[in-house]
């Protein structure tokens, strides 16, 4: 099968012109500085899965989804949507977009707007009128239908804008930070909208901070840094090459095998007569569990744990030496 | 093209949502009809003062309007970033400029409409209260009656300004045109492509800088545009003195090319502004030129308002 979405060593320098006056001497430069901002990237992304583009600050997330948007041109390199080239009207009908952080008419209804929007899609006055009533409850912004935009909390815009992403019914939908600006609860709904749009056959790409969520969800991800395609796979193939350490859990053991274990543990907590031991290697921690049985004590837990998509994120975006810098993406 | 109407619509909407268009049309409105006022100030020809008046008034308020709605439209949606959402729906990038150049021009025609809606009551109003109307009236009524009332005069202030409302719209549509009313509506409409013209360059420089810079940008061009025919007798007054002078004064050279490169950039505007046919032709005649030129200029400003637009990466 085609992919839905080809880029192909797409590239981004911006040019900023600004004007140099040496200091201590009368000389005057147009100087400009250029910033790469995405450099050859190349992905692919198949029909019908949740796509994450995942990345710090700056990586060019958003530039790779604003140019797919026809909002920024690439400097370089080509990318097809549906088989076509950017720009396609009749392609850009079947693809609905959330910017990030969006902003809107704010001197219109929640309902008026979504009507407006509807319209520039071409839509007929019946269908539009259905899906601007459907998407507002669907978004749980019914209530305020008819409240001008200017009064919407900021997660009542993201829902208005998950709504116009949504009302021509998308076969690609495009969300730049969906969850940004939501609470707990608001980004659950819209892990739940966007499996939602997967079970619909909708392919659902999508840019996140939110590691957890996008975790949750993807059915593949692609990690950009510097704007330069830094890792792209499933999850399970990107995470499962190791387990990252094992925890285990027991109880009524000696006071000599506590100690034996102290030393091979990365970590170990005790609370009562239980204990957690945590080891990088699968032999202690089996040693453990025997030792355990062996004594007749209790075994309470013993669980693998994977590495977890934020502790491969970092590792791919973290410079070397710069530990807690990468901790504080 | 559907797309264009549905964001001239919007556009519409948002500018008459906007409270800065009620202002300027509140002031509009008083001096278009505080020309019969100042009409009292003038010695010989009261009413050609309150035509003049109305007519810079709705010329200079239409002109406000599109400078203060208009810079902002295109910026707006750019700062705004609302303009993400619109490129990525099924349109083209020239189909929104067309459509705000549209909407903002169905704005200000509107307010044209209701501005001259108001000039033209005034002009029935205040050709009724004129003090030889008046006189001549009471001393009818005094020679029936025997005397008359301040409540008389109330009366006929009241009558006058609610028979001044039929008669202005009726002169508004051409019906039973008066010597005062009957080339107004021709000068309008010329001022009405003028318009046309500021407005595109509202949306040109709107289009690539900051409100601020558009409006001065925007002035800039109608002033210079107003004064373009001026600027072409400069020109020739340089030609003539360069002639004089035996050609060897090369400033005198810089300056009648820079003044003639001016003069052909900029708009002619001058050609539109035609109030003296208002107050002092028997009949204002139809300029064909006038209009033709008011149709390609505005054509050629939004055709590179639409390159621009359409190159740009937005921010």
Redesign the interface.
Known sequence: MAPVIEIRNLSKIYVQNFIDVEHGRLKIRLKNRRTAALQDLTLDVEEGEIFGLLGPNGAGKTTTIKILMGIHFATRGTAKIMGHPLGHKPTKAKIGFLPENPYFYDYLTGREFLHYYGQLYGMERSLRRKRTEELLELTGIAYAADVPLKGYSKGMLQRAGLAQALLNDPKIVFLDEPQSGLDPLGRKEVRDLILLLRDQGKTVFFSSHILSDAELICDRVAIVHKGKLSSIGRLNELLSARIKEYEVTVAGISSETVEQFESQATRNVAAGEEHLFVFEGEQAAQALVRKCLAENGRLISLAPRKETLEEFFVDQVRPSGEETKAKNI | M??IF??AL?TF??AI??RILYVILLFAILIIISGGIMGDLSVSAPEDLIRSIGLFGINFFSIMIAVFIGIGLVYNEID?????????????RTHFILGKYFGLLLTIYANVIIMTLFFLMAIHYYSVVDQQTMNDYFMHLASQKGSYTQADIYMYYVKALLGAIPKGAGSFFGHDPTEATKNIMTVISMNCFELAIIVAFAILFSSFSTPILSAFMTIMTFLVGRGNEDIIRYVWKLQDKIQASGGADMTLHFKAALAQVIALIAPNLSIFYKVSDAIYEDKAPIYGSEILYGVIYPAAVLTLACLIFS?R??K
């Open positions: 559907y797309s549905v964001i919007n909407k948002e949502r906007n705004k970033k609302t303009i993400y959402t619109i490129v990525s729906k099924p349109i083209d190159r990466n937005f």
